[in-house]
C-alpha cells in the first residue's frame, strides 16, 4: 500500500536559517503530493503541491520539488522565521485509493525556529 | 477554498458517554471525510462520509462506535460512541473541492476531546 516517511523531528532552528524536512513515499500508482502545515491549537493548512515529475510547489517562500526518480517530495525554505514553527505533514493521493482518492500522511515534523 | 466550522472546538467528556462533532461547511462538496489525531500523532482516516449512503470505514473501525451522517452535500457529523480515554484526540472533518485525486484536502480546525 502506499505510504509516506518524513524525517524525524523535532527540528529546532534559529531564525534566517535554511530548513529542509525530508519525505520520500511509495505508492502503487502516480500519485499527486502535498505539505500541509498545523500551527498550534489549529487544523491543517494546505501548504503547497505538486501533480507530476519535476513539478515545484511554493507558498509562502517554501518550495517542494516532485523527484520521481527518488520518490521525494522535500521541503525547503531559504530563511525561516519564528511565525513558522508548526508541525509540517507530507502527504500523497493516489488512485490506488479508490474513488476516494484518500490522503495518506507521514507522521508530521515538529518545526521550533527561535529567534 | 471552502470554510470548514466544526464544533465543538474541545470537549471533556466522561467515559461511556457518548459526543456528536459537527462540521458544516459554506459550498457544496462531494467528498467530506473524518480524521483522527491522537496525540502527537499523524492522521488516520475514520471514514468517507457519503451523502444519502452509510459511510465508508476504513481498517479498524466501525459504525457502531464512529456512526455517520451526511444528510446533504454541506453537512455531515460524526459521533464517537461509548467512550474511552483510548479516544482522546483531535477529531478532524475535511472535504476535496473537485473529483480529482490532484485536488487537495481542507480541513476544519478540529475537535479536541479529552476523556476521564
Known amino acids: 500500500g502506499d505510504s509516506v516517511t518524513q524525517m524525524e523531528g523535532p527540528v529546532t532552528l534559529s531564525e534566517e536559517a535554511f530548513l529542509t524536512i525530508n519525505c520520500t513515499y511509495t505508492?502503487?500508482?502516480?500519485?499527486?503530493l502535498f505539505w500541509y502545515v498545523q500551527y498550534p491549537g489549529e487544523g491543517l493548512q494546505l501548504l503547497l503541491k505538486a501533480t507530476k515529475a519535476d513539478d515545484k510547489g511554493s507558498n509562502k517562500g517554501f518550495e517542494a520539488t516532485y523527484r520521481k526518480e527518488t520518490t521525494s517530495f522535500h521541503l525547503e525554505k531559504g530563511s525561516v522565521q519564528v511565525s513558522d514553527s508548526a508541525v509540517y505533514f507530507c502527504a500523497l493521493s493516489d488512485l490506488s485509493g479508490g474513488s476516494n482518492y484518500k490522503l495518506t500522511f507521514g507522521k508530521g515534523t515538529l518545526l521550533t525556529v527561535n529567534p | 477554498s471552502a470554510v470548514i466550522s466544526q464544533k465543538p472546538s474541545r470537549d471533556i467528556c466522561q467515559r461511556g458517554t457518548s459526543l456528536t462533532i459537527q462540521c458544516q461547511v459554506d459550498s457544496q462538496v462531494t467528498m467530506m471525510f473524518w480524521y483522527r489525531q491522537q496525540p502527537g500523532q499523524s492522521l488516520t482516516l475514520i471514514a468517507t462520509?457519503?451523502?444519502?449512503?452509510?459511510?465508508?470505514?476504513e481498517s479498524g473501525f466501525v459504525i457502531d462506535k464512529f456512526p455517520i451522517s451526511r444528510p446533504n452535500l454541506t453537512f455531515s457529523t460524526l459521533t464517537v460512541s461509548n467512550m474511552s480515554p483510548e479516544d482522546s484526540s483531535i477529531y478532524l472533518c475535511?472535504?476535496?473541492?473537485?473529483?480529482?485525486?490532484?485536488?487537495?484536502?481542507?480541513f476544519g480546525n478540529g475537535t479536541r476531546l479529552t476523556v476521564t
Open positions: 475535511s472535504v476535496r473541492q473537485g473529483n480529482s485525486y490532484n485536488s487537495p484536502l481542507h
Open positions: 505508492a502503487t500508482g502516480y500519485p499527486s
Open positions: 462520509a457519503n451523502q444519502g449512503s452509510e459511510a465508508t470505514y
